[in-house]
């Protein structure tokens, strides 16, 4: 079954977008003109009647977002490497010694180096998916990265140590 989103207009107050999952739950956030969100849990008896509604101020939104983002795309580079033999998904924590600690992505040149690609910088519970060369590393990072095991074990290495 394909992914189902209706979207409802509730005049006055907003519209409502809802997801009705494979096994027929609905889910539901609901967008006020004023910028105010509320997600909303159906009665799985009553698909009709909703049982309980959670506001969301601003940050508890982004932060929901970001969680269901990272685990979709963590979950999806885990089936691409799955189908890919030879082709391997790791996180690998920044060492608190890295020479790259506190320096741009590009100073690694990871991807030269090692053949391997840094898909997602994990930060603080936030996701930042596909990093630029001037994200800067910063302590506690963990590198998402994408390779052969050779290449990632390269990556590891250089991490850890700089250039060989």
């Known amino acids: 079954m394909g992914i189902r ?3 409802v207009d509730l005049p006055g107050i907003g519209f409502r977008h809802d997801l009705v999952t494979d ?3 609905r889910i539901s956030v609901v967008s006020h003109r ?3 969100r509320d997600l909303g849990v159906f009665d799985e008896d009553d698909p009709d009647e909703c049982r309980d509604t959670i506001a969301l101020n601003d940050d508890e939104a982004a932060a929901l977002a ?3 983002g990272a685990s979709v795309m963590l979950a999806r580079l885990t089936s691409l490497s799955d189908m890919a033999t030879g082709l391997f998904t790791e996180q690998i924590a920044l060492p608190t010694d890295s020479p790259y600690l506190n ?3 590009g100073d690694t040149k990871a991807r030269t180096r090692t ?3 840094i898909v997602a910088i994990m930060r603080d519970g936030q996701v930042i998916p ?3 060369p001037a994200d800067v590393l910063r302590a506690g990072d963990v590198i998402v990265a994408v390779g052969t095991r050779g290449g990632l074990d390269g990556l590891a290495r250089l991490l ?3 250039p060989d």
Do not use: A, F, Q
């Open 115 to 117: 053949h391997s690609s």
């Open 34 to 36: 004023d910028g105010e």
């Open 160 to 162: 850890s140590n700089g």
């Open 130 to 132: 596909s990093p630029t």
């Open 23 to 25: 096994s027929g739950r």
């Open 103 to 105: 320096h741009p992505l």
């Open 66 to 68: 970001d969680v269901l």
């Open 5 to 7: 989103i209706e979207k």
